[in-house]
């Protein structure tokens, strides 16, 4: 049985193709949709208008988010200490421990003590070196730990 294509006004939605192996019988792979006239192309307006319901919506999920944040601060007290693994590129693991409010410069301050070459720190993955060495290890998401990659540059 074939579909005749010749008539663009209908529209098709694909049917699955179930084809037998040694079998040249014709399958049909569209059928017309029942669902294909334009009444149910045309889409009321009333979906577009912003209601009293949306507003309230709206209005609860700024509460919810302000109650998270007041949250995340009375968490934020009560974290006294961050520990930051360094992996060096041999494979050698440095723990040190920073306090979470301290600048992530602070890190390459302590490593530039104990290594004598020029180097660079990043988080995997995906790898991202730490550039901005102003902000405070809490808000680079280093608390309460992490690991940090030292490599030579």
Known sequence: MMTDVSSSTLSFKRRRLTANLGCSEAHDIFQASPYSSSQYC??????????????????????????????????????????????????QLEPMTFHPSEKIQSLPDRLSKEVARPFQIYTTPPKKLIRDMAQDFYSAGFVPGAIVYLSYQ
Do not use: H, W
């Open 42 to 91: 045309d889409q009321d307006d009333e979906l577009y208008e912003f209601t009293a319901d949306d507003y309230y919506r709206i209005l609860n999920s700024r509460k919810m988010r302000g109650a998270e944040e007041e949250q995340q601060r009375a968490c934020r007290s009560t974290i006294t200490k961050t520990v930051i693994r360094v992996r060096c590129p041999d494979k």
